[in-house]
């Protein structure tokens, strides 16, 4: 079992930067790869970027590529969300994932945070 709780998230003017963390608790987080994900209003819920166990392969969606970037601190149980250059588009929730086939059907899922882009 892991227990995942967001943070950072918050009202920003477009082209400003945020960092999203992601906390991990339970079972040993340096096995488990890791996964943003975001839902939009009215929209589906989307794959974002993901980071692999070591934090040495990611994968990030071409909707935020050279804007977002992942990492993560294993000794801390944390895992980042860098977002730079942010548009309204960006809006939405976003969600920490864990395990599973993590860039589309991941084990676990934390609560949200919002994040808010304004024009």
């Known amino acids: 079992q892991v227990q995942l709780v967001e943070s950072g998230g918050g009202l920003v003017q477009a082209g400003g930067s945020l960092r999203l963390s992601c906390a991990a608790s339970?079972?040993?987080?340096?096995?488990?790869?890791m996964a943003w994900f975001r839902q939009a209003p009215g929209k589906e819920r989307e794959f974002v970027a993901a980071?692999?166990?070591?934090?040495?392969?990611?994968s990030i969606a071409d909707s935020v590529k050279g804007r977002f970037t992942i990492s993560r601190d294993n000794a801390k149980n944390t895992v980042y969300l860098q977002m730079n250059s942010l548009k309204p588009e960006d809006t939405a929730v976003y969600y920490c994932a864990a395990g599973g086939r993590i860039t589309q059907v991941p084990d676990y899922w934390g609560q949200g945070t919002q994040v808010t882009v304004s024009s």
């Open positions: 980071i692999s166990w070591s934090g040495g392969s990611t």
């Open positions: 339970g079972r040993t987080f340096s096995n488990v790869a």
